[in-house]
Each structure stands twice: as structure tokens, then as C-alpha cells.
């Protein structure tokens, strides 16, 4: 039997599931991603912002999030923020559990969530950045007709460390000729 992919904006019901996942996430899997365990102290109010976020109209969200589905359970989230509308996001993206990562569960879900950001963001370009030695995430990118921009060493967040990322971008006459 086929499993059936899809992708929904998240609701508050699903809150849940992101910061049980970000409270209970391995060390090993945080540094694979550049993460610092113990910068993690900024999720300590994450279902109020995600929660926030829902309510704003997309003209002000600062980050959109989609639930991946299989068979209408969740395994996933996928979500943007650095959101300038009509001009650019930052995409980043996130299997649960371990044992469904390197599945290509991640290329399902950004598959179906690339769309929804380019239409109800209107964006001209979608950006990427993972952890240059996180190799799942890079592929997945090049699959989906991201083209590589550069390798730099960032911070790309207050919670990693300084690292070396794989900068990448979908444009959206891509997108279109890809997605549409």
C-alpha cells in the first residue's frame, strides 16, 4: 500500500509536536545540524511564538509553518522564517523522528511546502542554508532545483555555533518552471 504525502499549515493543535521535538531532540543530531545544546533556551517560549505567528496575516509573520503528513499523521515540520514579504525567505526543515530521516520524507514535505511559501508570501526567491557536513539536506536542495550560491562560515542563528553552510536559493522563475 502507497503511503499518501502531504503538507498543511500548521494549526495549534500541532504546537505540540514541534516543541516536543526541539525539548527532547539528541545531542548528536543537534550538532549535526550546528546546533549548540545549550543555546536551546530560546525555544523556552516557542508555542507562544509559533502560536503568535499563527494569528498574524502573512503580510507579518516573521516564519510560516507546514506539518508533513503520511496517511494524515504528522512526522514533520518544514517552516520558513526571515521573512521578507514579497521578497525572500529562509527555509529550514525538520524529521522528528530519527528512524524516518534519510527516507525522503524531507524532500515529500519540502516538495509540497515550496508552493504554499511562493504563493501565500510572494516571494521571488527561497533560501536554504544547512550545516555544509549535514549531506541529507544538501541533496535534498539539488533535487529539488535549488541552485548552490556559495560555501561561507556563518552563525546563521543565535543558536549555532559558527559553521560552514552550503548557501542555497529557489527563484521563483525555477519554481515555476519546476513546480507549476
Known amino acids: 500500500m502507497e503511503n499518501l504525502f502531504a503538507v498543511k499549515e500548521i494549526e495549534k493543535k500541532d504546537i505540540q509536536h514541534i516543541v516536543q521535538y526541539w525539548s527532547t531532540i539528541s545531542t548528536s543530531h543537534l550538532e549535526s545540524m550546528g546546533i549548540k545544546r545549550e543555546e536551546l533556551y530560546i525555544y523556552a517560549n516557542l508555542g507562544e511564538y509559533i502560536e503568535k505567528q499563527i494569528s498574524l496575516p502573512y503580510e507579518q509573520k516573521s516564519a510560516l509553518f507546514m506539518i508533513g503528513l503520511i496517511d494524515g499523521k504528522p512526522y514533520g515540520h518544514c517552516y520558513v522564517n526571515s521573512i521578507k514579504f514579497r521578497e525572500e525567505a529562509h527555509m529550514h526543515l525538520h524529521i522528528w523522528n530519527s528512524d524516518r530521516r534519510q527516507k525522503g520524507l524531507g524532500s515529500q514535505m519540502v516538495k509540497r511546502s515550496i508552493p504554499?511559501?511562493?504563493?501565500?508570501?510572494e516571494i521571488k526567491n527561497l533560501i536554504s542554508e544547512p550545516y555544509y557536513l549535514n549531506s541529507a539536506p544538501n541533496k535534498?536542495?539539488?533535487?529539488l532545483g535549488f541552485q548552490f550560491e556559495k560555501c561561507y562560515v556563518?552563525?546563521?542563528s543565535g543558536w549555532n555555533?559558527?559553521?560552514?553552510?552550503h548557501r542555497w536559493k529557489l527563484t521563483k522563475p525555477v519554481f515555476k518552471e519546476k513546480f507549476m
Not at 535534498?140 to 533535487?143: G, N, P, Y
Not at 555555533?161 to 553552510?165: A, H, N, T
Request: aromatic share 22%.
Open 116 to 121: 504554499y511559501f511562493f504563493k501565500n508570501l
Open 140 to 143: 535534498t536542495l539539488v533535487k
Open 154 to 156: 556563518s552563525k546563521p
Open 161 to 165: 555555533f559558527e559553521l560552514k553552510v
